[in-house]
Nanobody, 127 residues
Framework: QVQLVESGGGLVQAGDSRRLSCAASGRTFSRYAMGWFRQAPGKERECVAAISQSGGRAYYADSVKGRFTISRDNAKNTVYLQMSSLKPEDTAVYYC????????????????????WGQGTQVTVSS
């Protein structure tokens, strides 16, 4: 089992950058594919970025492509989401998620595929 704790959220201005971090407990972090999801009020949870177990492959939603970067440091049991050029429509609760993966080079983009979730961190982008 793994526990996930997100940090880095807050209130930012449009155009600003922000980095979210997700720290995982346990010694098997490298066995998990990771994802960042977000959910805005009244909207479904969506995957904004995902990264493979090895970090070699990544996925980005079209809405964040070119602005967000997902990365992971397996030595620190941490996955990051670097967000730049933030827009008011990026306002949401951001969640990180972990899925046990037996493929080192595969990512997952559907919420139902993930095994563990963090509690979420609010990101609010003001115009």
């Amino acid at each position: 089992q793994v526990q996930l704790v997100e940090s880095g959220g807050g209130l930012v201005q449009a155009g600003d950058s922000r980095r979210l971090s997700c720290a995982a407990s346990g010694r098997t972090f490298s066995r998990y594919a990771m994802g960042w999801f977000r959910q805005a009020p009244g909207k479904e949870r969506e995957c904004v970025a995902a990264i493979s177990q090895s970090g070699g492959r990544a996925y980005y939603a079209d809405s964040v492509k070119g602005r967000f970067t997902i990365s992971r440091d397996n030595a620190k049991n941490t996955v990051y989401l670097q967000m730049s050029s933030l827009k008011p429509e990026d306002t949401a609760v951001y969640y990180c998620a972990a899925k046990v993966s037996y493929s080192g080079n595969y990512y997952y983009t559907s919420s139902y595929e993930y095994d563990y979730w963090g509690q979420g961190t609010q990101v609010t982008v003001s115009s």
